[in-house]
């Protein structure tokens, strides 16, 4: 009688079937990570090789909170954060694509330049985070209360005013609590604000998140953003 094909005497039955099932799954393993370097060279070209840009006008996602990262690129996805670049980007990625970046990043060293933040503002500023922002954004911008909160401590100064006021302008919709603690100071304040968090000076060893501190006791809050009503598709 014929035996039923295949067979290998010395192994058992099926042990091709296994064989071909265990190459397939390697096949795909691999054109995973294939893809994964793909999304990260795409990421690369404005925000460098390890999350620092050469362009003040771009963010450094360096050893930034993953949650954050995630939350970011999620929300550049359905169109609720104004970016035609990361909206094209992020808008055919699945969410583990979105997870495998925010994470990429988050475990890059993080690295903060010297930038000219006018020390006169800085030191105003210092004033208005003691007031407002040290609630959430601990340690003079180097940690943060929750998980999807950034890490601002060195962050590009020209970035950070481009978003203030994209948010003041209610172009980009965060977190009510910050609209409310925003409504407390002018803009001026608020400017002076972010010169101190561009001012400040801080070696990676010096910096706690999600990502560097996995023991590190941090808060989720119900993070969400509201789409802007004049933002187009």
Known sequence: M???FPVNLSRGRFAWPLAVAAAIA?????QD??????????????????GTPGSEDIPSLAGQNEDYLYESLK??????????????????L???????LAQHFALQPYVRGVQPAEP???????????????????????????AEYPLLAGQSLPYML????????????????????????????I??????FASQRVAPDQVSNTATSPGKPTKRSHFRTDKPADTAE
Do not use: W
């Open 94 to 100: 699945a969410d583990a694509e979105l997870r495998y």
């Open 120 to 146: 006169e503002r800085a030191a105003r500023g210092k004033e208005v985070y003691s007031r407002l922002c040290q609630l959430c954004h601990l340690e003079e911008g180097r940690s943060t209360t929750y």
């Open 26 to 30: 390697g096949s795909a393993i691999a």
């Open 191 to 196: 400017e002076d604000a972010i010169h101190f």
């Open 33 to 50: 990570a294939d893809r994964s370097k793909a999304l990260v060279l795409v990421c690369v070209s404005c925000h460098g090789a390890t």
């Open 162 to 189: 481009k978003e203030m006021k994209l948010i003041l302008d209610k172009r980009r919709r965060v977190e009510l609590i910050k609209h409310d603690m925003l409504e407390l100071a002018s803009r001026p304040q």
């Open 75 to 92: 929300n550049f996805k359905e169109g609720n954060r104004p970016s035609p670049q990361m909206r094209g980007i992020t808008r055919e």
């Open 2 to 4: 014929r035996p039923d």
